[in-house]
């Protein structure tokens, strides 16, 4: 073959298409005119070319250097059918891209097998130009689409865009009020802490203790009518109520309430034996000694058939108002009518009723009591094989006297028997001191300390803690009423220890009482 022009060269060829269009005319466009240049170049040259996507190019001179010259009219033909049935096969952007990629290659194949005009740096410089072009022109093709799944084909081509949401309306948050620095928490006063102690734990609400005196009274009321009405020939006094709750000397709760049976006795039959002339020699223990029985013999008392000896027994008495309360009296029908649940303690040595309603619960023991000689007696024998000792009580006389003293300084002595009774009483270790040994520390120290006004409270307080520690360390705190009395004789020597090393500790710290639980 010649290396100068073809024959159809002279023949200038119609103008082509831009080829960067992608679309519907313009690659149809692109197509016909792609067909029409390789029909004139077929018939014009003995070359043949060919450019299948992703195939190799055939020429028909490089296959008559390798000795295999191929049909010119069979080849076309093939290029001729592929290139009109490409938009059926690839669609039409596919078609273009293929029509786009024959022209590049074709272009590239032409420079490769026309012979080039040495030492022309124009010639080889247009060429490298058209090189890049023809790269450019093919990275500059669109991508086919992807292909439609077949579960797309089923949804609506157009589906309505979706409203616009509103735009959330943003309040204004208005400006925080600038705060002030938070001071560190205060430690309390003593003084404030006790106060705190007071109104927190201690006082009953004034319902609490309507509800819980009106029952009290109540069931006094009943259990009188019953003692009435099942022993008359026995000379009961009236009962009356006693305890923290009426007296006003520190009552946690409703409990602790009192039922004060009077034992009347004559007094031509029955005399007092003095603590001190009796067997225990405890001076707070008495004796009721049933006297003349060579002219008044046995029977002429009611109260001879409590006798052990010649000694009227209080736990004779206790045991026979022990089985009345228990077995005789109904209960059930006398709470049912109050509105309560009552039931007699049987287990306690005690005479106790557990009393429950709905406001409060009470806790009431019934003592016998016995008036001689300006003694009030009790029939609370301690334990032992001793059953005709009647304990000497001071209730009455400690309650008139704080009271008294109170009333004579605008004191507030009754205020700090309250909050050392209930420190006391929900102690483990000091619940035994709660009571009359506070009282009477409190009755010895107002013999020398005159200020007890309430803003002494810490103070006396404290005092009495310092006390305490010094009676305990003697083991012996004298009642104020009759000093030989020793109001710590009923304690063991290991509970007088406990107690007042932990006094001990709490007269440096006194808040630790008020945590202690």
Known sequence: MAAGNPAGRGTSPPPRPALTLIGGGADERCIDWLRRELRARRRASTRCWAAPLGAAVTMAEFAQQRGKRRDDGGLGGVLDLLLANARLVLGVSGAAVLAIATLAVKRLIDRATSPREEDDPKAEQKSLEESWQDLALIKATQKPPKKQRREDLSEPLLSPAP??????????????????????????????????????????????????????????????????????????????????????????????????????????????????????????????????????????SPWDRFLVGQYLSSNVLNETLHKMLVASINWPAIGSLLGTVIHPLVASRE??????????????????????????????????????????????????????????????????????????????????????????????????????????????????LEELVGYLENGVLPCYFNPKVNLFCGLLEEEIEEMGFLLYRAVSEPGLLLAEK
């Not at 019953?226 to 109520?241: D, N, T």
Request: net charge negative.
């Open 351 to 464: 005479l106790r009723l557990a009393v429950k309603h709905d406001e409060v619960e009470l806790s009431i023991a019934l003592f016998p009591v016995v008036e001689m000689e300006d003694k009030v007696l009790l029939a609370a024998p301690p334990e032992g094989l001793v059953e005709n000792l009647w304990l000497e009580s001071f209730s009455r006389a400690e309650v008139s006297k704080v009271k008294e003293l109170d009333a004579g300084d605008a004191g507030a002595r009754q205020h700090c028997l309250c909050i050392l009774n209930g420190v006391c009483r929900s102690h483990p270790v000091l619940h035994k001191l709660s009571g009359s040994p506070l009282v009477h520390v409190i009755l010895h120290m107002s013999s020398t300390e005159s200020d007890w006004t309430e803003e002494s409270l810490a103070t006396r307080f404290q005092q009495v």
């Open 163 to 300: 409203p616009p949401a509103p735009e959330p309306r943003i309040c204004p948050v208005p400006p925080e009020p600038p705060q002030a620095e938070s001071s560190p928490p205060r430690c309390l006063t003593l003084q404030e802490k006790l106060l705190s102690h007071y109104s927190i734990h201690l006082p009953m609400s004034e319902e609490q203790v309507a509800v819980a005196q009106q029952l009290a009274r109540s069931i006094c009321a009943e259990l009188q009518s019953f003692l009435r009405s099942k022993c008359p020939e026995l000379p009961f006094g009236s009962l009356f109520l006693s305890g923290p709750l009426l007296d006003g000397l520190g009552a946690l709760a409703a409990d602790h309430i009192h039922f004060m049976l009077p034992v009347v006795l004559d007094a031509a039959l029955w005399s007092l034996i003095p603590g001190e002339d009796t067997v225990v020699r405890n001076p707070q223990y008495c004796m009721i000694k049933r006297t003349d029985l060579e002219y008044f013999p046995r029977g002429r």
